[in-house]
């Protein structure tokens, strides 16, 4: 019950690690908490669902809202617990592009809205819709 209810609701997607949602780059995907981000290849895995809130302008694991994307000392990506710190936030700059004001070298893209089957993105020619982000 209690992971329950830090899973997010509503539509997630997956993200890219710069600034092309487009390119063909595996997505950035949850590890464990306090730890650096792993990547995967794209295609709907739990781990590599995230959330954004537009009011704390923060990332969050789809899998647990209680945290965020983070840079971590200046040189890396990785999940740690939400405080609000300038180094868990991101503007948007682009569409379904955010960087964080903190350190503009690190910016994120939107992949995918919801997930789709591998098959069905196939057949249409795309990785899946382009959700706008709330």
Known sequence: DFLDQR????????LREGRDSLS???C????AANRLLTRVPCGGAESARWV????TMAFHPAQDTSLCLDIFS????????CHGGPNQLFRSSEREVHCSPYDE??????????ARSGED?????????KDELR
């Open 7 to 14: 899973r997010a609701n509503g539509t997630s997607f997956m």
């Open 105 to 114: 070298r690190f910016c994120v893209s939107v992949v995918s809205g919801r």
């Open 74 to 81: 200046f040189s890396s990506l990785g999940v740690y617990w």
């Open 52 to 55: 954004y809130d537009s009011t």
């Open 28 to 31: 950035l995907a949850l590890v």
């Open 121 to 129: 993105a196939r057949r249409r020619g795309e990785e899946g819709p």
């Open 24 to 26: 063909r780059g595996d």
